[in-house]
């Protein structure tokens, strides 16, 4: 976890103050030496080249000495009374974030302590209570933590459903108000993807870990943003229902899909871009279903089905173009399904037609070519 983002702590803070009598004695020193380059300056700038040591101090000079002499002190007053206050105001800041540490430590206490209840209802409500932390954290470090929490919920076990029989009528309804619970955190994790990164209530740059997950039904990510951080789907079942990453932007950082299974539903990058960094496929097993890559865009970076096995289902890149890049299927096993290429623009990304076996075109590229289930 990349610590450079992360906000400093209260103790770091605090390190970064010089002690007080340290800044005194230099800020001192300082004006001393500016008032004597001043009046040195001015010596210099009349052409004053000697002083007669023999002349008399009449009262109106010993006057004019004594106001240059307060007003000396009193600008070097005026810089320590600076120097003061700067310390108060960056010991009054580091206090106010202790304060909102201490009580968003409290929130979060209780928010986990409803998570972690036996109802769902509870549960639901310690969802948006660590959601609303989440916004408000008064650094990047507590974010992060509510944002790991929502993820390992993701990742406990459940049980499975046990259908519509009436004799297990109860744990179903268990089953679906857990599912509501889980359905809701993704749509969370979504909604805060969408804010634009800085704003208030955007989770972007956030590491997000949703390693094992099951996601079944519909989930929207549209238009959703993972740049920056790593964004980790590693092994998660993506089955029923749509899960939707239309217009949804993967640029830096690291986005992970190793190993996860797309089963059944319809999973959708229609309209996506992908651009710097790196989107791995690697592993993973597209079956009995359909994954599209429609009219997305991918420039830059390096999109990896290194491993991938695609079989039985539709994988589908019409309309895909295409500006430079990396893609690297070159491992990937194709049997049993269809995967298509019409319609795509653009200079091949390279390794690309390792697969197709193909001599790279210079400009428009695989039009109207299918990739047949290969035994």
Same mark, same amino acid.
């Given at each position: 976890? &990349?610590?450079?983002?992360?906000?400093?702590?209260?103790?770091?803070?605090?390190?970064?103050?010089?002690?007080?009598?340290?800044?005194?004695? %230099?800020?001192?020193?300082?004006?001393?030496?500016?008032?004597?380059?001043?009046?040195?300056? %001015?010596?210099?700038?009349?052409?004053? @080249?000697?002083?007669?040591?023999?002349?008399?101090?009449?009262?109106?000079?010993?006057?004019?000495?004594?106001?240059?002499?307060? #007003?000396?002190? &009193?600008?070097?007053?005026?810089?320590?009374?600076?120097?003061?206050?700067?310390?108060?105001?960056?010991?009054? *800041?580091?206090?106010?974030?202790?304060?909102?540490?201490?009580?968003?430590?409290?929130?979060?206490?209780?928010?986990?302590?409803?998570?972690?209840? !036996?109802?769902?209802?509870? @549960?639901?409500?310690?969802?948006?209570? %660590?959601?609303?932390?989440?916004?408000? $954290?008064?650094?990047?470090?507590?974010? @992060?933590?509510?944002?790991?929490?929502?993820?390992?919920?993701?990742?406990?076990?459940?049980?499975?459903?046990?259908?519509?029989?009436?004799?297990?009528?109860?744990?179903?309804?268990? +089953?679906? &108000?857990?599912?509501?619970?889980?359905?809701?955190?993704?749509?969370?994790?979504?909604?805060?993807?969408?804010?634009?990164?800085?704003?208030?209530?955007?989770?972007?740059?956030? !590491?997000?870990?949703?390693?094992?997950?099951?996601? !079944?039904?519909?989930?929207?990510?549209?238009?959703?943003?993972?740049?920056?951080?790593?964004?980790?789907?590693?092994?998660?079942?993506?089955?029923?229902?749509?899960? +939707?990453?239309?217009?949804?932007?993967? /640029?830096?950082?690291?986005?992970?899909?190793?190993?996860?299974?797309?089963?059944?539903?319809?999973?959708?990058?229609? #309209?996506?871009?992908?651009?710097?960094?790196?989107?791995?496929?690697?592993?993973?097993?597209? /079956?009995?279903?359909?994954?599209?890559?429609?009219? $997305?865009?991918?420039?830059?970076?390096?999109?990896?089905?290194?491993?991938?096995?695609?079989?039985?289902?539709?994988?589908?890149?019409?309309?895909?173009?295409?500006?430079?890049?990396?893609?690297?299927?070159?491992?990937?096993?194709?049997?049993?399904?269809?995967?298509?290429?019409?319609?795509?623009?653009?200079?091949?990304? *390279?390794?690309?037609?390792?697969?197709?076996?193909?001599?790279?075109? @210079?400009?428009?590229?695989?039009? !109207?070519?299918?990739?047949? &289930?290969?035994?």
């Amino acid at each position: 976890m &990349a610590t450079s983002r992360r906000s400093r702590s209260p103790n770091e803070r605090e390190l970064q103050l010089s002690r007080i009598g340290r800044a005194l004695t %230099l800020t001192f020193a300082a004006a001393v030496l500016v008032a004597g380059g001043v009046f040195y300056g %001015l010596v210099v700038l009349l052409d004053f @080249q000697e002083i007669d040591s023999t002349a008399k101090l009449d009262a109106k000079t010993l006057f004019d000495l004594v106001k240059l002499s307060f #007003g000396v002190v &009193a600008g070097a007053g005026a810089l320590v009374a600076l120097v003061v206050a700067y310390r108060r105001q960056r010991v009054d *800041e580091v206090g106010a974030h202790r304060e909102a540490t201490r009580l968003h430590t409290e929130r979060f206490t209780q928010a986990v302590e409803q998570l972690g209840s !036996d109802s769902p209802a509870v @549960q639901l409500g310690g969802v948006h209570a %660590l959601a609303g932390l989440a916004d408000d $954290a008064p650094d990047d470090n507590l974010r @992060q933590t509510c944002v790991d929490v929502l993820c390992a919920y993701l990742q406990l076990p459940f049980t499975a459903d046990p259908g519509e029989d009436p004799a297990h009528e109860q744990e179903h309804h268990r +089953y679906l &108000a857990l599912r509501k619970v889980r359905h809701t955190i993704l749509r969370l994790i979504g909604d805060h993807y969408r804010r634009p990164k800085g704003s208030n209530r955007s989770w972007q740059g956030c !590491d997000l870990d949703l390693t094992g997950v099951t996601i !079944d039904g519909n989930i929207d990510f549209d238009g959703a943003t993972f740049s920056g951080g790593r964004v980790s789907f590693d092994g998660a079942t993506f089955s029923d229902g749509i899960v +939707y990453f239309g217009d949804a932007t993967f /640029s830096g950082g690291w986005v992970y899909f190793g190993s996860a299974t797309f089963s059944g539903g319809i999973v959708s990058f229609d #309209g996506a871009t992908f651009s710097g960094g790196w989107v791995s496929f690697g592993s993973a097993t597209f /079956s009995d279903g359909r994954v599209s890559f429609g009219s $997305a865009t991918f420039s830059g970076g390096r999109l990896s089905f290194d491993g991938a096995t695609f079989s039985d289902g539709t994988v589908s890149f019409i309309g895909i173009a295409f500006s430079g890049g990396r893609m690297s299927p070159s491992s990937a096993m194709f049997s049993g399904g269809t995967v298509s290429f019409s319609d795509a623009t653009g200079p091949a990304p *390279e390794g690309l037609l390792d697969v197709i076996g193909t001599p790279t075109p @210079q400009e428009v590229v695989l039009p !109207d070519i299918w990739l047949p &289930a290969n035994p």
